[in-house]
């Protein structure tokens, strides 16, 4: 079945450190591939997306690549802020209307 | 900008009480959800809800609960017969559906079963 593992947190970096969350999928067909972020006190946002091989989804300085051959769809941003200080999920969805498959969440702190 | 609401934003009941949680989708979305989250474990799927009627459950989601979109803009879970282990906080979802749309998601409702 579907699923995806994610990297093991908790994560603390200095703030202006690069920062890599690993995850990788299994899926029976061709998923799109998701980043939520949750935020203290609030609900999942979608963070980037990307739908096909080798897409790249952006957004507030943070990147994912979807890499089929290694099944991967890791998490990077250059130059971390405490503002970014939230969990962050990787997901995948396989068809319309089908449910989202969650990795179990990664926790970011970044201190000053 | 859109968003999905949930009410109330924490419940507190008492073992083998019933609770409906409430959600009010993205009002042009067609495909609505139920996940949760125990506290310190993964996002589960309960239950996904399309052109009125359940298109896919998990496990999770037996007899004591059900879901229903009384009136077109509200969309509802009822656990009937609350348990110690439904302690969590259950999230709403929806999309406008198509291939690679993405869920949006309300803030959650934090169910703690006394």
């Known amino acids: 079945g579907d699923s995806v593992t994610q990297m093991e947190g908790p994560v603390t970096l200095s703030e202006e450190a690069f920062l890599t969350i690993n995850c990788t999928y299994t899926?029976?067909?061709?998923?799109?591939l998701f980043w939520y972020v949750q935020y203290p006190g609030e609900g999942l946002q979608l963070l980037l997306k990307a739908t096909k091989a080798d897409d790249k989804g952006s957004n507030k300085g943070f990147e994912a690549t979807y890499r089929k051959e290694t099944t991967s769809f890791h998490l990077e941003k250059g130059s971390v802020q405490v503002s970014d200080s939230a969990v962050y999920f990787c997901?995948?969805?396989?068809?319309?209307?089908?449910?989202?498959?969650f990795g179990t969440g990664t926790s970011l702190t970044v201190i000053p | 900008e859109p968003e999905v609401t949930q009410t109330p934003s924490h419940q507190v009941t008492q073992m083998g009480q019933e609770v409906i949680l409430r959600c009010v989708p993205i009002?042009?979305?067609?495909?609505f959800y139920w996940y949760r989250q125990i506290l310190g474990q993964k996002v589960e799927f309960l239950v996904s809800f399309y052109n009125n009627e359940i298109s896919e459950k998990s496990e999770i989601f037996d007899d004591q609960f059900s879901v229903e979109r009384p009136d077109g803009s509200n969309f509802t879970l009822k656990i009937r017969s609350t348990k110690l282990e439904d302690s969590a906080m259950y999230f709403c979802?929806?999309?406008?559906?198509?291939?690679?749309?993405?869920?949006?998601f309300g803030q959650g409702t934090r169910l703690t079963v006394v």
């Open positions: 979802a929806s999309s406008f559906g198509g291939l690679n749309t993405e869920a949006f």
């Open positions: 899926a029976t067909g061709y998923p799109s």
């Open positions: 009002s042009n979305h067609l495909y």
């Open positions: 997901a995948l969805s396989e068809r319309t209307g089908n449910q989202f498959y």
